[in-house]
């Protein structure tokens, strides 16, 4: 059966209907190609620190002489990686995937149980975090198969001096690293020195195997860990690559990384993607800080930029962005949630170029569509599917939909993951016998393929980009002895998007506001806790007495309405 792909007549020029996805064997063949390609030239910047290709080869490894020589970890072991965008990540990183180990993204802000239920379903057996988030993982490795710890600080491979200060002011001034005690951890600076005693050693590394075990909330509660294969990782980076490579010049680029590589955007895009083509990766260590952000924008002549739309927001409201030179930006690429058309024209009438919306999923490794880079201005789609992507609309029970309907996204390609680990069932909901991947998002197309996301299907909130899935949230909030009740539904914030809010029906009628957030500080990381609270009497509810969330965020949308 031939699939109508009416898309391909729009493509950008040179940018093929198909890729070549056994042009690689696996990603550490494509970093080795990189390593000896761009050898000289800056790979990853921080804190005003650079390393080289060449550099970052070497250090890759010695980190994976250390984790083979010392540590004994083989092909197929998970390592977890708790850092935030710092030199050691992309080291850590390559070292691991070139070992064959299969990485474990794990999120710095994660809370003990959140962290302990990733260690655990991975079953990860060696874990690299940084000293700020220490005491985290020291009460979350209980009853976890993780046997070795590497920690590491903020400024450990920056150099002397400036490194020994920022660890200073990390530790002293500002009070960032609360006390923890793991006994046998290994500072990661010394495993760099003991891993040069042991040759990297050689592992014939395949399609098949599993690269990233990246957690995500797929469509339904708990975190799973999508199974991204080499040959998922590998194809995307050649999709991606095919996209951009119009406007793009290898061993030229410098990209602004400020989405955590932990993040499957930032990670794909910006530490694979643009490493394939020899660029300069400026890693932001702290986005938040949006004053500290431009004054490190002010000193690069920075060409793509890659973002969420929060982020592309909070710069164009931060004084002395539009001031910055951007004579050299030609790509600016905003994913993770939808881009909001007021953010995208002001960042075209900021820096001259158009903010080029993006769409995928952890699911899809994540690329599955992009607009063309030489939009004129937005248009409100999520673009055109890739290189070698189907996508289809289809109804409820699976008919293809026409031109111009909407029904949920499906989306077939080399890049859609091997499925959920150790969770065939949750597979089973959302992946087919012919490889087509169910998203949960209601999309339609119009006529020149350029796909339009309507609604999402299922009651999952976007907070800045990050997933956050009610039945979690409600799950931690009924533990409070008193909550009798309870609705998490996402509410419209300029800021991030959507905020979580909850509808709560108290057991103790003393329950206030301010306790309640303060329970929910404890326990949910940050993009997950309410910024609102709302106490009522009853919740609607189906006739089966299941609570109607839709129903409370009808309301608040008829609320915002009216005011």
Excluded at 317 to 341: C, E, I, K, W
Excluded at 415 to 442: F, N, S
Excluded at 446 to 463: C, H, S, T, W
Aim: glycine share 10%.
């Amino acid at each position: 059966m031939s699939i109508e792909r009416p898309w391909l007549d729009h493509y950008p020029a040179g940018v093929p209907a198909d890729i070549d996805v056994n042009a690689f064997r696996s990603i550490a063949a494509v970093l080795e190609e990189s390593f000896q390609k761009f050898r000289n030239r800056p790979a990853f910047k921080n804190f005003g620190k650079v390393l080289t290709y060449g550099q970052i080869d070497e250090l890759s490894q010695a980190f994976a002489g250390f984790l083979s020589g010392e540590l004994g970890l083989k092909k197929g072991d998970r390592l977890a990686i708790m850092l935030p965008n710092l030199l050691q990540y992309p080291i850590a990183l390559f070292g691991a995937l070139r070992l064959g180990l299969t990485v474990v993204n794990t999120n710095p802000l994660y809370t003990t149980r959140e962290l302990h239920h990733q260690l655990e379903d991975s079953g990860a057996k060696a874990l690299l975090v940084l000293d700020n988030f220490a005491a985290t993982a020291q009460h979350a490795l209980d009853g976890t198969k993780v046997q070795h710890v590497i920690t590491t600080a903020v400024g450990d491979m920056v150099g002397f001096p400036k490194g020994n200060i920022i660890n200073f002011v990390v530790k002293n001034i500002r009070k960032e690293v609360p006390a923890f005690n793991l006994p046998g951890a290994v500072r990661f600076r010394t495993a760099l020195e003991r891993g040069k005693a042991h040759p990297m050693p050689a592992v014939d590394i395949g399609h098949d195997d599993i690269a990233f075990l990246q957690y995500t909330g797929g469509t339904t509660g708990v975190a799973k860990g999508a199974m991204l294969t080499h040959r998922n990782m590998i194809a995307n980076m050649l999709q991606a690559d095919a996209w951009i490579s119009g406007s793009a010049t290898a061993g030229e680029e410098i990209i602004v990384t400020a989405l955590p590589l932990y993040h499957i955007f930032s990670l794909t895009a910006n530490g694979l993607v643009f490493t394939r083509l020899g660029a300069m990766n400026l890693l932001i260590t702290n986005p938040r800080d949006m004053k500290g952000f431009v004054k490190e924008l002010s000193k690069e002549k920075f060409t793509a930029i890659t973002g969420v739309n929060t982020l592309f927001n909070g710069l164009l409201n931060t004084p002395g962005f539009a001031d910055l030179d951007f004579s050299r930006l030609h790509l600016s690429l905003g994913g993770g949630m939808a881009v909001q058309r007021s953010v995208a024209e002001r960042w075209k009438k900021t820096t001259g170029v158009t903010l080029a919306e993006a769409y995928g999923l952890t699911e899809t490794s994540p690329a599955a569509c992009i607009n063309p880079l030489d939009l004129k201005e937005y248009n409100g789609s999520i673009g055109l599917p890739i290189s070698s992507t189907y996508v289809q609309i289809r109804a409820e029970d699976g008919t293809v939909l026409p031109i111009g309907e909407a029904g949920e996204l499906c989306i077939k390609g080399p890049q859609v993951m091997k499925g959920y680990w150790g969770q065939p069932e949750e597979t089973a909901k959302v992946l087919d016998a012919e490889g087509w991947l169910r998203t949960g998002d209601i999309a339609k197309m119009d006529a020149n393929g350029y796909v339009y996301i309507v609604d999402r299907k299922k009651d999952m909130i976007l907070v800045s980009g990050f997933n956050v899935y009610p039945n979690e949230i409600e799950d931690i909030v009924m533990h409070h002895p008193g909550v009798a009740e309870v609705a998490a539904v996402g509410v419209d914030d300029e800021h991030s998007g959507e905020v979580v809010k909850l509808f709560v029906v108290r057991r103790d009628p003393s329950l206030t506001v301010e306790a309640l957030k303060e329970y929910c500080r404890e326990n949910l990381t940050g993009y997950k806790r309410p910024k609102h609270i709302e106490f009522r009497d009853a919740l609607p509810k189906t006739n089966v007495g299941k609570i109607l969330r839709r129903e409370l965020r009808d309301e608040e949308r008829k609320k915002k309405q009216a005011a």
